[in-house]
């Protein structure tokens, strides 16, 4: 069975600060360094968006409405992806999903990646 499930989602102000985590579990990620890995968002009536995504070495890539606030990196000893928000905006207010993907490079599509997880909500506001 196949997991990703994110978490570190909530409610914070205008300017403040999140961190979410994606653990992933089950047979294919016992591989994990192989998979590119990847941070989306969907805000009510959006589609669904990359945000960060990041390679099995770390090469990684920023949506232009995060750079400079949002860092994503992965800890390949514990399965895990991260996604660093500071400086937050009420219009960064979305879903946030992880998702993998079986390839050395990230995909900027959500075509591009195989598996999910269930979202985690993010509320900016004061």
């Known amino acids: 069975q196949v997991q990703l499930v994110e978490s570190g989602g909530g409610l914070v102000q205008p300017g403040g600060s999140l961190r979410l985590s994606c653990a992933t579990s089950?047979?294919?990620?016992?591989?994990?360094?192989?998979?590119?890995m990847g941070w989306f968002r969907q805000a009510p009536g959006k589609e669904r968006d990359l945000v960060a995504a990041?390679?099995?070495?770390?090469?990684?890539y920023y949506a232009d409405s995060v750079k400079g606030r949002f860092t994503i990196s992965r800890d390949n000893a514990k399965n895990t992806v991260y996604l660093q928000m500071n400086s937050l905006k009420p219009e960064d207010t979305a879903v946030y999903y992880c998702a993998a993907r079986g390839s050395f490079w990230y995909g900027q599509s959500e075509t591009e990646y195989e598996y999910w997880g269930q979202g985690t909500q993010v509320i900016v506001s004061s």
């Open positions: 089950g047979t294919i990620f016992s591989s994990f360094g192989s998979y590119a």
């Open positions: 990041i390679t099995r070495i770390s090469t990684t």
